[in-house]
């Protein structure tokens, strides 16, 4: 996969993927306030547009700063959404690896694969950085697509905010963490 600059459009075998622009806003929370992608953590599903204008603002701010981000996903053969992902630095320094795929294209891989070229760009833009995927226990599909990606599970535990006091959260990470490291991030 070529080193694009990080607002170039990157593509893999399906997908063309952009950094999020001010422009997906309306796609975004179309997606982000779908309760069938928050079945796991329905308090997370956006209830107003401004909620996903704030997340779209510090998801561009990631790319300024740091190279690296979120990026909306579209099918390269016709331009159709297909969600968005990519990774993010955490303030106690780790990438996030984050996907969320709209129902319509969950199931077909498209997480893996934006999973991949994430996984990709983190390795050589910040390679000295871990990458992490948090999620909740009962997310088998986030789970699962982890897994595929080759991280493995480093910690488990109590969810701490999760409004749902029996919510279970899994960390996985491409590399061990240390015990420091992993009490901050699971903190946060």
Do not use: C, I, K
């Amino acid at each position: 996969m070529p080193d694009a600059s990080p607002l170039s459009p990157l593509t893999t075998d399906r997908l063309v993927l952009t950094a999020v622009e001010p422009s997906d806003v309306d796609e975004l929370y179309a997606l982000h306030a779908d309760p069938r992608v928050w079945t796991h953590f329905p308090s997370g599903r956006h209830t107003e547009r401004t909620q996903t204008e704030r997340d779209v603002a510090a998801y561009r701010a990631d790319w300024d700063r740091d190279g690296v981000g979120y990026w909306t996903a579209r099918q390269r053969d016709d331009g159709a959404f297909v969600g968005v992902g990519g990774v993010r630095l955490r303030p106690p320094g780790v990438l996030n690896l984050y996907y969320r795929v709209d129902p319509s294209h969950q199931g077909l891989g498209f997480a893996t694969e934006l999973g991949r070229a994430a996984l990709d760009v983190a390795r050589r833009r910040l390679p000295d950085v871990p990458v992490t995927a948090y999620l909740l226990e009962h997310n088998h599909a986030s789970r699962a697509t982890a897994e595929r990606l080759g991280l493995e599970l480093v910690w488990r535990g109590p969810d701490a905010g999760n409004p749902d006091p029996e919510a279970v959260r899994l960390v996985y990470a491409d590399r061990p963490l240390g015990a420091e490291l992993l009490a901050l991030l699971v903190r946060t």
